[in-house]
């Protein structure tokens, strides 16, 4: 029987296999544990694209795994820490949610961290308690099987005072995390960090093998603001498939955001088989995760085609 892992024996067990094997990045990994598929990449769920069940009460987030298997016939997750905000330091909760994965068959791959505060800060005393705040969703990523948390380049000031500023965090925390085997993943998320040159120079900085990037289709909107309406709009926004191509040479997971389909199958902000082409042009064979965002279609509705599209893109490498 497994016995459930507490924060200092999952240090010690993956600080071994991290200093026998290297920090795998998500290509060795993929293929390590889940064998060959046709296709030139495999197929994850994000749970966010589930965000509006979670918060309406419909669906119980320990149950993710278990819907993304058997509703999807998904069998790697991405998990999002505000549906477990009050399980973030629960030992016991992520034992027994990597249990519920595991009797699915279904594999843990990351932990997307938002709310935890901006690893920009510019004083290093809150810099530091903010790269802190993340350690509780390293610890638990570790027992839930995970390669990365993700997180985002945020702070106050210019890109160029910015910039140092996020370096020294992502370092520290890519420190503590590596010290568990796990990367440290930051998505193109708003403000400077949808600027794709800025936050791939950011990563190079760092030059930490367990620190890279998490490219996500959509959120290239640098500013936003607000039209005659009111309604929030996009001020600046970066060419989202140069940005993806800035990104992909740091990569450790993909996003492949999805909001609307015409009749046809297709995104119809993003172009998925030309973004596809850069993500396997840049080397990459991982997983590819579904975050659905759109509401013209139901959550569940949305994921089937986000997924018939990302086959589609996919079986035409292989016919």
């Known amino acids: 029987m497994k016995q459930p892992q507490t924060r200092r024996s999952f240090i010690r067990t993956t600080t071994s296999v991290a ?4 920090l795998a990045g998500p290509r060795a990994w993929a293929h390590s544990c889940c064998g060959s598929e046709s296709m030139p990449f495999k197929i994850s769920l994000a749970q966010w694209s589930i965000h509006r069940a979670h918060r309406g009460g419909k669906i119980d987030p320990v149950d993710f795994p278990r819907l993304a298997k058997e509703t999807f016939d998904i069998s790697a997750v991405e998990y999002v820490n505000q549906f477990y905000r009050e399980r973030g330091t629960d030992e016991a909760f992520f034992n027994e949610l990597e249990k519920r994965a595991s009797d699915q068959g279904v594999k843990s791959l990351l ?37 990365s948390i993700r997180v985002n380049a945020g702070g106050p000031g210019d890109r160029e005072t910015l910039a140092p500023a996020v370096v020294d965090g992502l370092g520290r925390l890519s420190e503590y995390a ?27 900085q760092v030059g930490m093998d367990n620190c890279g990037t998490l490219p996500d289709f959509g959120n290239f909107c ?76 139901d959550e569940f509705t949305g994921i089937r085609k986000t997924k018939a599209l990302l086959e589609k893109v996919g079986t035409s490498y292989t016919s």
């Open 19 to 22: 200093l026998g094997l290297g």
């Open 178 to 204: 590596g010290k568990a085997g796990l990367n440290v993943i930051v998505e193109n998320h708003g403000g400077y960090s949808s600027d794709g040159a800025w936050l791939a120079n950011v990563i190079a």
């Open 111 to 147: 932990i997307m961290v938002d709310g935890e505060g901006s690893l920009g800060e510019p004083e290093e005393a809150a810099r530091k308690g903010v790269v802190e705040n993340h350690y509780k969703w390293v610890d638990a990523a570790a027992i839930l099987g995970c390669h």
């Open 222 to 297: 640098i500013k936003r603001g607000k039209d005659a309406d009111g309604k929030r709009i996009c001020l600046e926004e970066y060419d989202r498939y140069k940005g993806v191509a800035e990104l992909m040479p740091y990569a450790k997971a993909v996003s492949a955001k999805s909001h609307d389909f015409d009749e046809d199958g297709n995104e119809i902000h993003t172009d998925f088989f030309r973004m596809m082409k850069i993500v396997l042009e840049a080397g990459y064979d991982g997983y590819v995760g579904i975050e659905y965002e759109g509401s013209r279609d």
